[in-house]
């Protein structure tokens, strides 16, 4: 199991990282067969899973949860993220992952991005998988919008809560 404590506000994201270290059965990570999606209806529009391929490095979306949808008016499945139609948000997502294959722990961090002229501000807690234990395989990403600002209304942003 996990040993990481990590800083994480939403009630469901905590849950849902509780969840995930029970998965682990004392491994580095849940294999994707571990993980039952009617365990987590609380929060199963809000889920990304994303497969990892090796050689080179990329990343499938296999699931975009249908509330995520929703806000970003498209619909991610069955693409990768380098489609990912804006490329700052495609960016720092792609640089995410790649983070997340070379640390080797899950992370919750705090963001923003611009949707439709506003800026909404996230908690997203990334989790790794892995089907040998050893080797990521997949990427799940759970994802609530916080609320919103409209930008033309809004000051110059701050800097990040938790800055990358």
């Not at 491994?27 to 529009?45: M, N, Q, W």
């Not at 720092?92 to 439709?116: F, G, H, M, S, T």
């Not at 506003?118 to 994802?143: F, K, Q, T």
Request: include cysteine; hydrophobic fraction near 40%; proline fraction near 7%.
């Amino acid at each position: 199991m996990q040993s990481t404590e990590l800083a994480i506000r939403h009630p469901h994201l905590q849950r849902m990282y509780r969840y995930w270290q029970e998965r682990c059965r004392g491994r580095p990570f849940p294999a994707r067969c571990d993980i039952d999606p009617l365990d987590f209806k609380y929060v199963l529009g809000n889920v990304m899973l994303l497969e990892v391929q090796y050689d080179p490095v990329r990343f499938f979306v296999r699931v975009h949860g249908s509330h995520m949808v929703e806000r970003a008016r498209y619909d991610m499945t069955g693409k990768t993220i380098d489609q990912l139609p804006s490329s700052q948000y495609r960016d720092y997502v792609r640089d995410r992952c790649q983070r997340l294959l070379v640390e080797r722990k899950p992370a919750a961090l705090l963001n923003e991005r611009i949707l439709d002229e506003r800026m909404w501000r996230y908690e997203v807690l990334w989790l790794p998988l892995s089907d040998d234990g050893d080797r990521i395989d997949r990427l799940m990403a759970v994802l609530i919008y916080e609320d919103q600002i409209n930008v033309r209304e809004a000051a110059p942003p701050a800097a990040p809560a938790f800055a990358e």
